[in-house]
């Protein structure tokens, strides 16, 4: 069973960047694709941020077109997001997901605030 975590939310101001890390307890090319989303923890709000097949294909959100960038390093069975120029808006709790057939994989999420 493989588990992901997500780690690298904190405070930061508008305008700074964060870079979350997704690290799998087991081999990420098991997966199909893999998403960040953020309100994962509020039921019937997640919010798809971003997406990255196993060819390294991706796709975002418009809100987050042209500052967010996702990217996989299979040697570490890790897939980052980074964050630049981040809003207040951007605030939320952000999961990973990982999607293999028809079944998914869910972190626990972590939070990134975006205040002055």
């Known amino acids: 069973q493989v588990q992901l975590v997500e780690s690298g939310g904190g405070l930061v101001q508008p305008g700074g960047s964060l870079r979350l890390s997704c690290a799998a307890s087991?081999?990420?090319?098991?997966?199909?694709?893999m998403s960040w989303y953020r309100h994962c923890q509020a039921p019937g709000k997640h919010e798809l941020v971003a997406?990255?097949?196993?060819?390294?294909?991706?796709n975002y959100a418009d809100s987050v077109k042209g500052r967010f960038s996702i990217s996989r390093d299979n040697a570490k069975n890790t897939v980052y997001l980074q964050m630049n120029s981040l809003k207040p808006e951007d605030t939320a709790v952000y999961c990973c997901?990982?999607?293999?057939?028809?079944?998914?994989?869910w972190g626990r999420g972590t939070q990134v605030t975006v205040s002055s």
């Open positions: 997901v990982g999607y293999r057939s028809s079944s998914s994989w």
């Open positions: 087991g081999s990420i090319f098991s997966f199909n694709a």
């Open positions: 997406t990255i097949n196993s060819g390294g294909g991706t």
